[in-house]
């Protein structure tokens, strides 16, 4: 009487189906025009049209640097009377057309993981209801929902160069493109490829042509950007300070040897006292020494003077295509001694195979919850949640790991475990004289204008370790109570109001307790803070350390 | 005179030259017999003896199904004179040659995940001072540490067939074949394949030649094991009672849609009630719509009932071949129709894009601290560390994650956040009436024997939200302090001591609030759990239910 309750019988392949229906009607299309899976750039609205259907989900390769943008310009002119409700998929909100697919109807609802420039638009796109948004994610989260409930239908990603089996070439700039190839062309999708070259042989094949089904040669090549570029001649003798409190404080107190580093000035500062500031503590060899990171110029320095073993990257930088080349025991590179970047895998790994991830924030709370939202700007998470997460599926280990873990759990009934390094680094002022210690963050406020069903935390409290101001450390790991916690993260938030209402007493205390270490306390010498003790201190430098191998920007030079 | 501490200029190319010259002395000892890439199978020995360098980072393809068998044992035939010292990396240790690599001298060190049925000789040749573990790692971890630390110097692999270039279709059994390949090809490393068959044209490429360097045709197909297959005629009654309690207490109660289900009895009960008890409930459409999860021959039943939506797979099952070509909806198949696993993705699809992980375990302490650990043997984590902890990187909202990190939260001063369920499902008294539920792990033991600096825990009590047996559901979202967490899990430990040592008031008091909740308060029917709610009571349903297209293993036929 139990058995089963069968569906009436029921189609099982109507994705491949539709799959066949969508190149059929392509084929009919383009007809002569389709060479093999080639197709001119000119006729790249009639595949648009051919095999778009409304509604589908879409992912376009819109990445941290990398930028399907021929194919993202096109989609954002298709008539929405034809094709409509798309719903977008995609790593990073960029340019104006990724914005424009909404603002004209052709695209209904986004998922996606960062909108930096764009993120204004986004709140107002969505306050005019143009726009739904599923939901804002960290960029291997997003990528594991295309394998399990957001597949795409139909993708479009940018490599460098195709043969003409339709193989890829993405050399250093790989980034996102394999997971989003591999989840549409494995769910009977469609994958569509921009290139800057059609050539006969590829210095090699990232990305095998079975997986993809048209290619065009795009007019320009594709749009990257080099967002990991940091100027020296920008960072400041605070931030040598807060570097030089990193690396005694917290480097050499942990015996870090592999990280992750975020974006910007701060981390920056640290790069460039490694050379100087962390080689004359004795520290080479000892810290730094394994990177989950891009090829930072700024590290350009600390890689020369033999602190830097190896370093696996999300993506590539624009300029460092030829010092990378000649550092290959350094760097990922393939048998044609190019890179090769996996944002995927590097964020796998940056999450697993590293003991410290180290960032700057815009607003810390006296819980340790720390945001970058501001308001009217629905600006994602990118890949810092994956990093500043603790690895609690993580279970070998390592120096720095069981003592950040043994620090968490000293005289508490707890079995031991290992625990990751979650550094925010952040000046008491920002900008404009914004208090970087805030009673509440932005977040709630944001989550209430833009509906979220939480806010838009960047790093959660109980995850953070280590908060570093110009004015201290505070060691979170230590702290043995919610109050305790709220008085170390007042006792290094300087002049703020935040650090104004702090119990005088209980901050000496949890100094005298190690909990706040201030400069001095730490043996590191404010005197010394100053510009001179970069080991590059403006672009040039950084040039010249590379033996002139790096090639920057245009617009990082003045030469 | 801060100017960078620059080393004395040194090589920066020494893997790519030391790679050329591996190359160069494969070429030598080959000689003409060395066609392209592909060797014959007789001078395996003589091409490891070329390539190889005592001391090397060998990367051996032992996963949880597919081995590189042939590629083993030659290694383990290897004279431990011209080659030793080897430090292995594999993911699972299954075949004796795993271990007699250490036993002859070849090997010396290991880096691994899981050891099964090998894990009894681990520990011996560990105590007999003939092996070194570097770490015990969960899968999607190891991979991790391949691009940070542990990059291999020589890859061997295993392959469903090569062109004659050296492109490799992995097919259904990809599993970690990519981590592993892309790791060691660019870090100028050696990759090495067995295949089972050389093609001219290959149903399709799943690993691009240029990052293979040797194909050998191995004289058998790979060894590949059904790890997944369960018969149903083993499910006892008790199991479909706590098969009753997980779909009515945890999956309905959360609206649990994306998930992952470890391997064993208790979860198989659960996907072959799906089609009769959960439909009953009116819960199709509502709860197990997507998965991450082989394709367990279990869950065939849900599957034609039109429970589930997609499944994505770390690897294949063997005997599912046809099933899934004929199922192309469901699962991930490529444009040859058959199916794409990938453990990596798949292991990052279980952490971030699913809500819930359930799976057994042997041992449970007071904390909810669980673990597979047994005295002499060192099994290792698999991939349940990752799966089974709460993925604090996510930032997507679901219902059924919202809920549960609401009920963690509620009355306390948190910001709201999510949380993944993790369940963790025993009966109170194992095989040879062994009680699940200790006052001490046998993992403190194990890990002094082996000199582990942490006790082998495989998924940590504070990760763990329920814990189910067949004496009820302990809630342990719900529990306000330490103490009420021990008596929510001797609430549920039936007669075991730790069951006997229940606070019996404060255990009728956690009922009261909902901590604890038996069958009959979530009411489920005592009387109804028998093997008839079974959808399938043995393999010949199971081959039935799949309409003839399950093909299983001669070893689960009877007829």
């Not at 719903?87 to 930096?116: C, I, N, Y």
């Not at 003798?237 to 040897?257: D, N, R, S, T, W």
């Not at 806010?455 to 790991?477: F, K, R, S, W």
């Amino acid at each position: 009487m139990n058995a089963p309750v069968n569906a009436p019988s029921r189609a099982w392949d109507t994705l491949q189906r539709n799959r066949a229906q969508r190149l059929e009607r392509a084929a009919a299309a383009l007809g002569a025009e389709l060479d093999g899976k080639s197709l001119p750039a000119a006729r790249i609205a009639d595949l648009f049209y051919a095999v778009l259907e409304c509604g589908d989900r879409v992912c376009i390769e819109g990445n941290n640097q990398k930028q399907a943008d021929f194919l993202a310009q096109a989609l954002a002119k298709l008539d929405p009377a034809r094709v409509n409700g798309l719903h977008m998929l995609q790593s990073v909100l960029t340019l104006p057309e990724h914005l424009d697919v909404f603002e004209r109807g052709v695209a209904s609802k986004l998922d996606f993981s960062f909108s930096g420039q764009q993120a204004g638009r986004v709140a107002k796109l969505l306050s005019a209801g143009k726009l739904n948004i599923g939901a804002i994610h960290t960029y291997l989260e997003l990528f594991s929902r295309y394998f399990i409930d957001l597949p795409p239908r139909v993708c479009m990603v940018a490599a460098e160069a195709a043969d003409r089996h339709g193989n890829l070439y993405t050399g250093p700039n790989t980034e996102d493109t394999p997971p989003i190839v591999e989840a549409t062309a494995f769910k009977n999708g469609i994958v569509i490829v921009q290139v800057n070259r059609i050539m006969d042989t590829l210095p090699r094949v990232d990305i095998p042509g079975d997986w993809v089904d048209f290619v065009v040669q795009s007019p320009r090549p594709y749009y990257i950007e080099p967002l990991f570029t940091r100027d020296p001649a920008l960072i400041s003798e605070i931030q040598v300070l807060m570097a030089m409190m990193a690396i005694k404080g917290i480097y050499a107190e942990y015996g870090v040897q592999r990280l992750n580093h975020g974006i910007g000035f701060d981390t920056a500062a640290i790069e460039l006292l490694l050379p100087t500031y962390a080689a004359s503590l004795g520290l080479k060899g000892k810290i730094g020494k394994h990177w989950a990171l891009n090829p930072h110029p700024a590290l350009i320095p600390a890689i020369e003077a033999g602190f830097v073993e190896s370093v696996h990257s999300f993506g590539s930088e624009l300029g460092m295509e030829d010092y990378i080349r000649a550092r290959p025991d350094v760097f990922a590179v393939g048998a044609d001694g190019s890179m090769r970047s996996n944002r995927a895998l590097c964020q796998a790994a940056g999450h697993y195979a590293c003991d410290m991830f180290i960032g700057s924030t815009l607003q810390i709370d006296l819980q340790g919850n720390s945001s970058t939202a501001t308001l009217g700007r629905i600006a994602g998470f990118g890949g810092a949640p994956n990093m500043g997460a603790d690895a609690r599926g993580r279970r070998h280990a390592s120096p720095a790991w069981i003592k950040a873990g043994q620090q968490a759990r000293a005289g508490r009934n707890m079995i031991p475990r290992g625990q990751k390094l979650v550094v925010q680094m952040v000046e008491t002022f920002r900008e404009h004289m914004h208090p970087a210690f805030v009673e509440k963050l932005d977040a709630w406020e944001l989550a209430k204008q833009a509906k979220m069903e939480l806010p838009p935390v960047m790093i959660y409290g109980d995850d953070v370790t280590h908060i570093l101001t110009e004015e201290g450390i505070a060691n979170l790991l230590l702290c043995r109570s919610d109050e305790e916690r709220e008085q170390a993260i007042r006792g290094v938030a300087g002049y703020t109001p935040v650090g104004l209402g702090r119990d005088r007493r209980m901050v000496e205390n949890l100094r005298d307790r190690g909990v706040i270490q201030r400069p001095e306390d730490i043996g590191v010498d404010k005197r010394l803070a100053t510009r001179d003790l970069l080991a590059a201190r403006n672009m040039k430098d950084l040039v010249r350390a590379s033996g002139g191998l790096y090639d920057p920007p245009q617009r990082f030079r003045n030469w």
